[in-house]
């Protein structure tokens, strides 16, 4: 009888060694994306719940994160909340909701909005609604008015701010 060498993968395998090697490739690759683009916890455990983790290894990697500073809730939220409203036109209200989507805590949520320039945040609204009101058809200026607060409503500006400057953009309309 002759007797089988087992082979060092084998032998790996059968310790069950493979899921480390998962694990250290999934953490290598986060990192690589965190190092890239600020991430929050959320998109991270989601990413590595894709790639099929246990709990443990999830919670142990995003410990790691935040510990070598890969990870950090405050800085995601700044520049999510600086991008967003420079790039995409969003208000507060909007950021409220999609930061919460995100599982950031309503702390961080609140300083990260509190940081907003009110100047820059007024003039994203006018200059959004501005690009608007050419297109916006009504029989009355009452009614583009209402269209073009709805509007900004849509992208997350508070109602009272929305209206405020829906009117004036109106009025500065029809003066023309």
Not at 36 to 58: G, N, P, Q, V, Y
Not at 107 to 118: G, P, S, V, Y
Not at 126 to 136: H, M
Not at 148 to 170: C, M, P, T, W, Y
């Amino acid at each position: 009888m002759v007797k089988e060498q087992l082979s060092l993968f084998q032998i790996l395998k059968y310790f069950s060694v493979e899921g480390q090697i998962k694990y250290r490739q999934a953490l290598s690759k986060v990192m690589a994306m965190c190092s890239r683009s600020e991430r929050c916890h959320f998109d991270i455990a989601a990413k590595l719940t894709e790639w099929e983790l246990s709990e443990d290894e999830i919670r142990e990697a995003l410990e790691y994160l935040v510990k070598e500073h890969f990870l950090d809730e405050q800085r995601y939220a700044q520049f999510y909340v600086n991008d967003k409203l420079r790039f995409n036109k969003w208000g507060k209200v909007k950021l409220r909701f999609m930061l919460r989507q995100k599982q950031i805590p309503d702390l961080i949520i609140r300083e990260a909005l509190a940081t907003i320039n009110d100047d820059l945040y007024q003039k994203t609204l006018r200059s959004l609604l501005k690009s608007k009101v050419k297109s916006v058809k009504g029989d009355s200026s009452y009614e583009r008015k209402g269209k073009l607060a709805v509007f900004a409503q849509s992208h997350g500006f508070e109602a009272e701010l929305a209206f405020r400057v829906s009117d004036e953009l109106i009025h500065e309309d029809q003066d023309r």
